[in-house]
C-alpha cells in the first residue's frame, strides 16, 4: 500500500487531498475537526474550526475559524481536486467541554455550539453525517485516511478509536 504524506491541517485551518494522502490535526479541544470525503475520487478536506458562526464577527478574515464559513470553502477545495460535493459524506470529532464547569454559560459551552452549528450546517448543504466523536471534556488528535475513509481518534489515556 503506498503510504502518501501526511499533511498537518493547523487551528482554525483546513487542508484537502487526494489518495493516498491523509490529513490531521492536533489538539482538538472545543474546536471540531470535520472530515469530508468523496468516496468514489477519494479527494478528502479537513477544517479545524474554532467558532460556530462567521456572522457574529465583524472581523472574520479567517474563514477557517469558522463552522459555517470554513465548510463552505472546504467543499469548494474538494471541488477544485475532482470531488463531487452531492457524494460527499462527512466523520466530525472534537467539541469537547474542555473546561469542567457547572453554569450553562454560553461563551463557556463553545464545544458543543461549534458541534450544534457544524451538524445544522452539514444538514443544511445535505451532506451525510457518518459518524462523529464529540463532547466529554479531553483533546483529541484526529488523523484522516482518503484511502480508506478511516477517521482515527487519539485522546491522552484513551484507546484509539477509527469512526
Known amino acids: 500500500m503506498d503510504m502518501g504524506n ?6 482554525a485551518d483546513l ?8 490529513l490531521t490535526t492536533l489538539g482538538l479541544g472545543s474546536c471540531v475537526g470535520v472530515a469530508l470525503y468523496d468516496p468514489v475520487t477519494k479527494v478528502s478536506g479537513l477544517l479545524h ?12 478574515s479567517n474563514i477557517a475559524k469558522f463552522a459555517d ?26 467539541g469537547a467541554q474542555m473546561f469542567a464547569n457547572k453554569s450553562n454559560n454560553d461563551s463557556l459551552r463553545v464545544g458543543e455550539r461549534n458541534s450544534i ?7 443544511s448543504l445535505h451532506i451525510r453525517l457518518l459518524s462523529e466523536d464529540c463532547g466529554q471534556n479531553f483533546g483529541r ?5 482518503s484511502e480508506t475513509g478511516d477517521y482515527v481518534i487519539k485522546a491522552v489515556g484513551k484507546p484509539q478509536k477509527v469512526i
Not at 15 to 22: E, L, M, N, S, Y
Open 6 to 11: 501526511m499533511i498537518k491541517v493547523g487551528m
Open 15 to 22: 487542508k484537502v487531498c487526494k489518495c493516498p494522502d491523509a
Open 49 to 60: 474550526c474554532m467558532l460556530p458562526d462567521s456572522t457574529q464577527f465583524r472581523n472574520n
Open 141 to 145: 488528535t484526529v488523523e484522516f485516511y
Open 69 to 94: 464559513t470554513g465548510i463552505d470553502e472546504l467543499i469548494h477545495q474538494m471541488r477544485l481536486l475532482g470531488a463531487n460535493e452531492n457524494r460527499l459524506v462527512a466523520k466530525i470529532a472534537g
Open 117 to 123: 452549528a457544524v451538524k445544522e450546517k452539514l444538514k
